[in-house]
């Protein structure tokens, strides 16, 4: 029974105490998943204790419910790749620059690593494409970053019109997680062509968290016009 409560507290505490900014994104995470392997033992050691009738059945109870939880969020995780950054242009993806200069990047290696990842991007995000806008790079730019400002829990970290670059932080509602964003805009035919970049901070999957963003994205921008 103790383990059961103590893995419901940790499972319930991870994410509450990470977004709230007590602990980093990825302790909060710690806790939730030791809270859910706690759950486990506590439904495997209930459940077994139970049947023989040496302790009531709540603390399997409770064990079942939190490894319930955790394997319906944690299971659909098996369809995405585990890579966490994804760009429209894989052969020539938009580069960081302020993104190097923020202290959580120190010392981190913010090149696009291609090879495998490029091969699962293609394969698993086929969809993810430059887009191409019928206004001269200026006017895209200044789209971009209006349709920027509109995005959920996004913060524009710099913004240069002569290289046609702006780059973005967003930041996770539950565990406060960080992706670095990187927009490109460059002519073509007459126009401006549009290629976006989000990499994650921590951990080497991502939900299919990036993939989405850049989704989104594109998809703010064509309904702006």
Known sequence: MKIAVLGVVLFALGP????????PPLAGFGAFALGALLGLVALVWGG??????????????LGLLVTGVFLAVAL????????????????DPPAYVAA????????????????????????????LAPLVLPLPPP???????????????????????ASGT????????????Q???????????GGSRLDMRSKSRDGRGDLGANAKRIRAFMAALRAAG
């Not at 696009?112 to 969809?127: H, I, K, L, N, W």
């Not at 992706?179 to 035919?189: H, S």
């Open 100 to 127: 190097l200069k923020l202290p959580p990047n120190e010392g981190r290696d913010m090149t696009y690593p291609g090879g495998v990842v490029t091969e699962a991007q293609r394969s698993v995000y086929p969809d």
């Open 166 to 177: 702006i780059e973005a932080v967003a930041t996770s509602r539950l565990f406060r997680f």
């Open 76 to 91: 659909p995780s098996r369809s995405y790749p585990p890579y966490n950054d994804f760009t429209t242009d894989p052969d």
């Open 179 to 189: 992706d670095d964003i990187v927009i490109r805009i460059r002519p073509q035919d």
């Open 48 to 61: 077994i204790a139970a049947a023989r009738g040496r302790a009531p059945w709540t603390g399997a109870l």
């Open 16 to 23: 509450l105490v990470a977004s709230l900014g007590v602990v």
């Open 139 to 161: 006017d895209s730019f200044a789209r971009v970053i209006a349709t920027m400002r509109t995005m959920p829990a996004w913060e524009i970290t710099a913004a240069d019109p």
